[in-house]
Every structure is written in C-alpha cells, then in structure tokens.
C-alpha cells in the first residue's frame, strides 16, 4: 500500500505570452500517488488540474511546456520520455479516462474496434482472446449486452455508455495508474452516480491507483482517499478526503464548501469575493490574498510555503492555518436564511399547455396547427405568484428549457395558454406580442459566452435594453447603466470592457444586468449557474436573491441541480420527460413522501461528504421519447406497481403538506414506503 | 437510404427544370429574338423568314418550350445558328476536350492537393509547412490569366520545349492531346492544388485537436497509425464536397485558362457562342453545365452519406 508509483517534483508549465514573457500555470507543484490509492484534484476552472493530470503521463498540451521539475513513474522522468517509451507507458501503465467520452471516441470506428485496438497495442492476445476479452470489459463496466455494443458506433450510446466504454478501454491495458479528468462531468445527476459507483468498484476490484480530477467536490468527496486542492496553479492543501472536507484548514478550501449549497439547509450558501487571478499575474504574495477574508499584511508581500502539519498529515501553504482549525466548527451553519416575498397575486399561469418539436406536416402548416400524438412536453399547469421564485427541475430532456423558451415567446405551443397579468392570453407568436409585454418578461442563458456579443462593450450591451424600452439617451442613459452595474456590484469602469475582458461570472452579471434593464417583472432563467464555478455560482444566486427582495422580480428558475434549486427557490417542480411529476413547496418537495422520480433524484445528489453516499434505485438507462400513454415515470420506476402505471395517466393526490404528486400509490403509502 | 436518393435525383431534376425555365424565359424576354439577334443588321425579308422557320419562332413561346424540353430530354439540342449544324455536333468535340483537360487536372491535382495538406498539417508551423504554404498561398493570389500567360512566356517562348498554344485536330489520339495540355494542367493544378491543400491542412489541423485525437496519443497509439486511423478518415469526410465542386468547375470549363491556350473545351465555347449571338447553343450549355452541377454534388452527398457512420446510421434508423 505505501508503494509510491508516480511522483511529482517540483513541477512547473508555463507559455511564453505574446509579449515573450514567460508565464506558468503550475508553479512548483509536488505530490505522490501510492499504489491503490484514489487521489482527487479538485480546484476552479484555470486552475491547473487538467495541465497536472496530463503532465502525469508525459503529456504537454500544444502551446504550453515544462520549465522545471519531473514527473517520476516508477523512477523515471516521463518528460524526458522519447515519443517511443512513452507509446510503452500510455494505455499500459498509465491509462486515461476523458472528460467527455463523446468526443474522445474516434466516430468514425466503432467501439469494438477501439477497444481492440488498445488490447493489441498492449496486451499479447490473439484474436479470439481479444473478443472474449472485450465482451468481458463491457461485462465489467456493466453495458447491456456486450456483443452488439462492440458494433455500434460511439454516436449511436448515451453519454453514460460512452463514459463506460472510455472506462473499459482504459481497463483494456490493466493500467497501475488511471486518470480521469472530469470523467462525470455533463452527465446528468442520475447516470453520474452510477458511474462514479462503478469507479469505485474497479478501484477495488483491481487495486488500480486513481487519480480523479474534477471541479465537483461532491464527485471527489464519493472516490477519493487523498484530495489535492490546487489554486492559481500551485497547491494550497493536501491531505486525507475526509479532513480536507470536515476540518479544511486553508481559507480557499474553506470558503470553497462554505459556497456550496447543500440539500439538507435550506437557504442561500455564502459566497466568496472576487475571482481567481489570472495566470501571470501575480508577481509576489499570497495567490488568494485578494479573496482572503483571514489575510494579513504579511501575506501581501511574502508567499506562503506549502507546511506539513504532522498530526493532520496534511500540508497547507498559508500563514494563518491556525486560525481556521478553530472556526472549523461553523462549517455547517451559517447560511443566509432568505425571505419568501411572494404575493398572493397571480402573473403568469400555464394552463394546459403542451409544446411539440414535431415537423408540422404541409396540410398542418396550412391550417397552423400541430398534430402530434405525443408531445415532448405535455399538460402543464402551473400558476406562478408575483415576487415568488419557481424552480423546474429535471434532468436533461425533461423539457425545462423548452417550457421556458414558450413562456418567453421563442417557441410555438401547441395547446394550452399562457396567461399574463390578470388572466391576459400572451400569443405563442412573439411577433404577435406588445412591446410592453416583451419588456415585462426577460431571459437570462446559462453560457453568457454566448450570449453576449463579443464586438459590443458592456455599455453596448446594456444600453440596448434601455434605448428600446425606454427611450433613453444622452446623460440619461448613462446614468442609468452605471445605476444597473452598481447593482449587479460591478464598477463603473466595467463600461468600456468587451464580455472577452470578464470572467465568467462577470460575465453572467452583465447578462443579469441586461435582463433588469427591461425593468421586467418576470425573469425567466436557463441554468444561469451552471457553467460557472461553485464560488462564482453562490454570488450570482446571492446577487439574483438580493435583487428580488429589492425589486420584487418574479423568477422562473431552470436547474438540473436540486441543491442549488433548494438554495433559490420557494417553489419546486419536477419534470420528467415533459411531464410534471411534483409540485410543491420547496421545504416540502425535499421532504417525503415524494413522487418516486423525485426520491431517485435526491438519493442520486452527492453532498460534498465522504459519510453520505448516493442511493441508486433507477437504472441510468435513457430514454427518447416521453410514453404513448401511462405515467411518464414508468420506464425507469423503483416502485412501479403495475400495468396500470402503463395504461392510464396517475392522478394528482395532494399530501398533508400541499406538495401534489401523480402517482398512482396511494400518498401515504409512498410516505411509508420511503421511510 | 434509397427513398433518400430518389428524393436527392428528384430535386436535382426539378433544378434542371427551373434553369431550363429561366433560360428560356430569359431568351424570350430579350428584345428580338434569336433571329433578329443572330442576323443582326441583314434581319429582314427572306434571311430571316428563313430562319425563323428554321427556328420554328412562329409557334406560340409556350408550345416551343414543350417541344424544345422535350427534345432536350432525348438528347437532342436541336441547331446551332453560326455553324448551321446540329448542336450535338459542335458541343461533341468541345465535351470531349473539356473531359481530357478535366481529368488529367484531375488525376494530379487532388491526391497531390491531399499529400501537400496532409504534409503541412502534420508539419504545421516547420519549415515543410512555411515552404509548401508559401508556394500555395502564393499561386493562390495570382490571377489563373498571368500564370498563364507566364507559363506560356517561359515554357513556350522562352525555353520552347512546349507549344503555346493549343492546336487540335478534332481526331488527335489520347496521347496527342496529352502531349499538347500539359501547360493548361499545370496552369489549372496549380490553383485547384492549392486551394484544395489549404483545406486539407485546416480540417487536419482541426481534427488534430480534437480531443478523440488526444485520447488516441494516450491510449498509446503509434503516431503513424494514430494519423492514418483516427485522423485522416475524419479530417477529409468534408473535403468530398469541396473536391465535387472543383471537379464541377473544371468540367464546365476553365473559362480563363482555355482562352489564354486557345483550347477548344467547354469554356471557350460559352464565350464563342455568347459573341456569336448563337443563342440555341447559349441555351444547351446552359443545361449541360447546370446538369454537371447537380450531378456532381449528388454523388458528393451521396458519398458523404455513405462514408459518415452517424449520417449512415440516422438514415437507417428514420
Ligand atoms: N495551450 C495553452 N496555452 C496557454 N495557456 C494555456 C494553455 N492551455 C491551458 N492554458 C491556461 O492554463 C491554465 C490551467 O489550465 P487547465 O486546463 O489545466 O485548467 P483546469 O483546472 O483543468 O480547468 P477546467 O476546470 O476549466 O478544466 C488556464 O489559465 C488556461 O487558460
Ligand atoms: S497566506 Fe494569508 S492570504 Fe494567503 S490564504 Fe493564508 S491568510 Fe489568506
Ligand atoms: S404511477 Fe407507477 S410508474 Fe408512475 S411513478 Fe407512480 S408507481 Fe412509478
Ligand atoms: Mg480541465
């Protein structure tokens, strides 16, 4: 077990800038992997996670290359590596999982063929060895029948299936040492614990050394043994999984899963200021020393070393690590507890509304209808008061999205109504709408990358909202966007930037920005978080909390992150494939008795706690159209009960606490079936 | 897959159509017609009698498109006006040369446009790329007229080992043709070859940051497998489409370069008929070259859809 198996010394990467100067993104990095361990690297995107993993078997991307240091596998340097020894090592020693499977796989050879190919470039097997072999690897990674999946191309499987045939090809080799960079990021909640479940069954099956990197301390709390925390490139922390995420005594690590929001509190996490330096630009100090709340002066000038502490066996690069052994305590309470503004008034409401992505056929073009049996999203009702916060929930393909792009005008309805403001029919058609009615319901993306426009200054930007709703001009305007930045707490020399001058998170400011320019009443938002890291996420929800309670917003909130929706919202409902499953308060829908959809879902959340496990009751199998009829549920339910959940669509029942399911248990008997 | 196809042959079909359609319509809505056009000043009395019945210009407009269409439909493109002969005739020769210089540009162009992409890619920013991008990027800019005309200056001319201008029998054999274009191919290659290995060089570039590319150097790969394997099926999927068009375009005829070496191809015939006001033949080429068009993209869909397993298995499936 104390077998070290790679190493790493000293290690720095850097770029020559344009300017010729020579920047790193990994500063003087050093750690061990022992044999069967599972060492987590978690840090915020630029953090130099991936630059690390990579260097690990020899690889430096394009564009970037050492400038001191060595990464040891088995005592030899594989930097100093020929092209020819390293082909001996990748695949056979050292083995890699992607992050995204989808595009790791070569589409043009099938999956068969990949793995073969890894089996005869390391293993010595003859050809009817390799086949049993491959069905044997699929067996392991648990695909569904080994032998036509070896013939199918890497387009035709699920995301969760690609990531297990990336899992079986690096098997493939029987590596000493498995990477995985992000291997679950992008997949859904569900098909994510499966996977890391499975992960953590070859871990121990075949006593391979892992090194799992990923942005998601939840994911890394669920394998790892030993967690690395990287900031700025070098490491802060390092030490055994559960003191890093119990007793974390670096104030990045700190804030890091203060930032968090967890499904068993209620309420918004706190957030941390400001945002990672770029790489380059800190010539001297602490790297966190901007966003400390513990800085000292000392820090500003002197850079911290990376200290062994003997009884924690861990190492910390801060001064004043001492400090935060004793604050540790208040890991898991203070959180902002937010108010429930709504009002008993009505503003929009979704009566029977149903939505289908079906080619309109020619006659039916004619007659501007839709003809489609089964539509991707179908009879939903829903009335949403003002100043309240409506979280829709769902996995991918549960139709959150397309319900908001309906609401906002960009796509057609089939039947049902929208209704806005004492019971007026909004039209399906944007163009039909009145411009007052387009000011009063705003959207907000989840990739303010794309929706910003790069040639335009943030001043552009906002500035179109207010000409067009508003007509405003000259000082007038000018005023007014430096009064929208305030709120949006940016300064006023953000003005002249381009969104390329921003980091995400600003970026997703001036997006929530523009959106209340329009002074709108209702916003609606598409997984406005998600692309963004968990430090930068916990500020935007605070900052769209803080919004509403001043300015008394209605939100329309889509996630996939059942955490982050109980932090923001009043009220849940939960969708699978285009139908509602649950509605409820949000106390109420995170409580039980709950529809079984719901129940898979929570159980699938991972809390950043090495002591809570997820619980995988539904299979992770994929589904590609909502049922003919029955309940939407009834391909993948736990608790299925019968060809009646196939023939007849469940009833609404309404529970003690006003949360409504459809299902067709009977609600106290879910109640103690969920005990 | 076969509904697809007949679906693709139909709307090329309908596109044939519709060009026959505004040729015609064109024609028509000229002032005078191809008559008065053709004769010009000596349009009068028994000349253009003549003519216009030859012509058939006495029926109704709609009458002789149904009949003109029909007789395209057979093959058959009825009489040129200058050369007094059946345009099968004239256009025979001229489709036969065309195909010649085509092919041969052909056959040396591509594989030479994918060798050089390949190269520069794998090589990308050493010196084999900055010498052979230099050289592409540089015959790119000059006009297909000066090359040309500096091929013929220092090749003909000045060293004479070539003639300068092409001159044909109309019963020359294979290898008498050959001997005559080497000058036009080496003109026309020049631009189709480099424009076609920039392509190859971006789209291998592409795919060579691709993160499937990554995945194979980790897996262990051998660089040369890995490149022929993983990289270069992927990377010239979509040159199919860009070498159809370049195909398309030579085969209706390298306006430029067959004017400058005097070689009786499609091209010049196009600008020969335009000057002679011989608008029965304008008509036909009009049709010939918009069928090349179609059919040629055909094929590259088809082969597209054929090669790409995800476009194959979306079709299978539907
Ligand atoms: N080829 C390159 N040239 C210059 N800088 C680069 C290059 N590749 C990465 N970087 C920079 O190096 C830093 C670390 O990148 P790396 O990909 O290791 O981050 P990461 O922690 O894996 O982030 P993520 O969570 O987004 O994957 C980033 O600031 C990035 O912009
Ligand atoms: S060294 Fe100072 S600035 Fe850096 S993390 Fe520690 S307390 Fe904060
Ligand atoms: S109705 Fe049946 S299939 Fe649907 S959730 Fe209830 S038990 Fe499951
Ligand atoms: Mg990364």
């Given amino acids: ?675 | 897959m076969l509904l697809l196809i007949l679906k693709r042959i139909g709307l090329g079909l309908i596109t044939l159509f519709i060009v026959s359609l505004i040729t015609f319509v064109g024609v028509e809505v000229l002032p005078g017609d191809a008559c008065t056009t053709y004769l010009e000043r000596e349009a009068y009395g028994a000349a253009l009698d003549a003519c216009i019945k030859r012509l058939g210009l006495d029926v109704p407009a709609y009458e002789r498109y149904l009949d003109w269409a029909s007789n395209v439909a057979r093959g058959d493109f009825g009489y040129s006006l200058s050369g007094e002969m059946p345009i099968n005739e004239v256009l025979g020769p001229r489709v036969k040369n065309s195909l010649v210089l085509a092919s041969v540009s052909i056959l040396i162009g591509i594989p030479l446009a994918i060798v050089l992409g390949i190269i520069t890619a794998l090589w990308r920013d050493k010196l084999p790329d900055i010498m052979i991008s230099t050289i592409t990027i540089f015959s790119m800019t000059i006009p297909e007229f000066i090359s040309a005309t500096l091929l013929i200056l220092i090749v003909a001319i000045w060293l004479g080992w070539l003639p300068g201008i092409v001159i044909i029998p109309s019963d020359a054999t294979f290898y008498e043709l050959l001997s005559n274009i080497i000058l036009p191919v080496v003109a026309i290659s020049m631009i189709m070859t480099a424009h076609m290995a920039r392509m190859v060089r971006s789209s291998v570039i592409q795919v060579m940051a691709s993160d499937y590319v990554q995945m194979a150097i980790l897996k262990g790969v051998p660089y040369w497998k890995m490149v022929f394997r993983h990289v270069l099926p992927n990377a010239l999927l979509p040159a199919i489409n860009v070498v159809a068009l370049t195909i398309a375009w030579l085969l209706g005829g390298v306006v430029v370069t067959e004017v400058v070496f005097n070689y009786p191809g499609l091209g010049r015939l196009v600008i020969e008929s335009i000057s002679n006001r011989d608008l029965p033949v304008v008509q036909a080429l009009a049709i010939i070259l918009a069928s090349i068009y179609v059919g040629i993209n055909l094929i590259a869909d088809l082969m597209t859809l054929m090669l790409n397993p995800r476009l194959k298995s979306l079709q299978i499936r539907k």
């Fill in chain 1, 1 to 675: 077990m104390n077998e070290i198996i790679e190493s790493v010394k000293n290690l720095s990467i850097g770029f020559n800038s344009q300017k010729g100067k020579q920047i790193s993104i990994l500063r003087n990095v050093s750690t061990n992997i022992k044999k069967g361990e599972t060492v987590g690297i978690v840090g915020e995107s630029g953090s130099g996670k991936s630059t690390l993993a990579l260097a690990m078997m020899g690889y430096i991307k394009q564009g970037l290359f050492p400038l001191k240091g060595e990464c040891l596998f088995k005592s030899e340097d594989l930097l100093k590596m020929s092209s020819r020894q390293l082909e001996k090592i990748r695949g056979r020693k050292i083995a890699m999982i992607p992050q995204n499977a989808g595009q790791a796989l070569t589409p043009n050879l099938k999956i068969g063929y990949q793995i073969d190919e890894a089996l005869r470039l390391h293993t010595d097997l003859n050809k009817t060895e390799r086949d049993k072999k491959i069905s044997e690897l699929l067996n392991k990674v648990r695909l569904p029948s080994p032998e036509t999946m070896a013939f199918r191309y890497p387009h035709e499987l699920s995301g969760g299936q690609q990531q297990r045939v990336a899992v079986a090809m690096a098997l493939a080799g029987k590596p000493d040492l498995l990477l995985l960079d992000e291997p679950t990021t992008g997949l859904d909640v569900t098909t994510q614990a499966h996977v890391l479940e499975l992960l953590r069954f070859i871990a121990k099956d075949t006593g391979t050394s892992m090194i799992y990197v990923s942005h998601d301390l939840g994911a890394i709390a669920q394998v790892s043994d030993r967690i690395v925390v990287m900031y700025a490139g070098e490491i802060v922390l390092e030490g055994p999984a559960r003191k890093i995420l119990k007793e974390p005594i670096h104030p990045y690590t700190y804030g890091l899963l203060k930032s968090i929001p967890k499904l068993s509190l209620a309420g918004l996490p706190d957030s941390m200021p400001g945002s990672q330096p770029q790489p380059g630009s800190i010539n001297e100090g602490c790297s966190f020393y901007d966003r400390c709340n513990l800085a000292i002066d000392h820090c500003k000038k002197n850079s911290p070393d990376l200290e062994h502490i003997k009884e924690l066996d861990t190492n910390v690069r801060c001064f004043n690590h001492k400090e935060l052994i004793n604050q540790n305590n208040n890991l898991q309470t203070s959180i902002t507890k937010k108010t429930n503004n709504s009002e008993a008034i009505e503003v929009l409401k979704l009566k029977d509304v149903s939505i289908s992505y079906a080619k309109q056929k020619f006659f039916d073009q004619l007659l501007n209808k839709i003809s489609d049996q089964n539509p991707t999203v179908k009879d939903i009702n829903i009335d949403i008061k003002k100043g309240e916060t409506i979280a829709l929930v769902g996995e991918s393909g549960s139709g959150k999205s397309t319900i908001l792009k309906s609401i906002a005008g960009l796509l057609k309805t089939k039947d049902g109504q929208i209704k806005f403001e004492n019971d007026r029919i909004l039209s399906s058609d944007l163009k039909m709408r009145n411009p007052n009615d387009l000011r009063a319901i705003q959207l907000i993306f989840q990739n303010p990358d794309e929706s910003l426009n790069p040639n335009h200054t943030v001043e552009q930007i906002l500035s179109q909202p207010l000409k067009l709703y508003f007509n405003l001009s000259g000082e007038e305007l000018k005023k007014n966007i430096i009064d929208l930045l305030k709120k949006v707490r940016l300064g006023e020399f953000y003005m002249s930037r381009y969104p390329r001058q921003l980091s995400g998170g600003e970026k997703q400011r001036v997006a929530v920005a523009r959106a209340f320019a329009a002074k709108p009443d209702i916003i609606l938002c598409d997984e406005v978080t998600s692309a963004l890291d968990v430090s930068v996420q916990a500020a935007v929800l605070n900052l769209l909390q803080q919004l509403k309670e001043d300015l008394g917003t209605t939100y329309v909130f889509v996630s996939h992150d059942l955490a982050v929706v109980r932090a923001i919202s009043d009220r849940v409902a939960v969708l699978y494939q285009g139908r509602l499953c649950e509605i409820g308060p949000s106390q109420n829908v995170y409580k039980f008795p709950s529809h079984p959809y719901t129940e898979v879902l929570l159980g699938a959340v991972l809390e950043p706690d090495p002591d809570i496990k997820p619980k995988l009751v539904a299979e992770d199998i994929v589904e590609e159209k909502p049922p003919e009829k029955g309940c939407s549920f009834q391909g993948r339910c736990p608790r299925k009960i019968g060809d009646i959940c196939n023939s007849e669509v469940p009833p609404w029942q309404i529970g003690e606490n006003g949360n409504a399911i459809r299902c067709h248990i009977n609600i106290e008997e879910l109640a103690s079936l969920q005990q």
